[in-house]
């Protein structure tokens, strides 16, 4: 069974950066893409980026592009989240997700809590 394990969450000021780390484990880990989605309390859950494994492929939605990057390290298992000039509308649970398949399902993550001062 394949576990995501999310890092690096935390309260910064507006404008600072932090960077998410999530590591996945799981004899069958097999990765066909890896993301990263946001909820804040009483909103549906938000896209926010995601990465095809294998080609590098990644997608970031527009109300964090120009200031998310989304990158992995096939050798780690590990995708990141490298999140600059936060906002406090970036104030939200990030979680990780991973799906093996075009379509499949996804497996998510703990969350991770961040949260941005004004």
């Known amino acids: 069974q394949v576990q995501l394990v999310e890092s690096g969450g935390g309260l910064v000021q507006a404008g600072g950066s932090l960077r998410l780390s999530c590591t996945a484990s799981g004899r069958t880990f097999s990765s066909y893409r890896m993301g990263w989605f946001r909820r804040t309390p009483g909103k549906e859950r938000e896209f926010v980026a995601v990465i095809t494994w294998n080609s590098g492929t990644t997608a970031v939605a527009d109300s964090v592009k120009g200031r998310f990057t989304i990158s992995r390290d096939n050798a780690k298992n590990t995708v990141y989240l490298q999140m600059n000039n936060l906002k406090p509308e970036d104030t939200a649970v990030y979680y990780c997700?991973?799906?093996?398949?075009?379509?499949?399902?996804?497996?998510w993550g703990q969350g991770t809590q961040v949260t941005i001062s004004s």
């Open positions: 997700a991973s799906t093996a398949s075009p379509g499949g399902m996804y497996t």
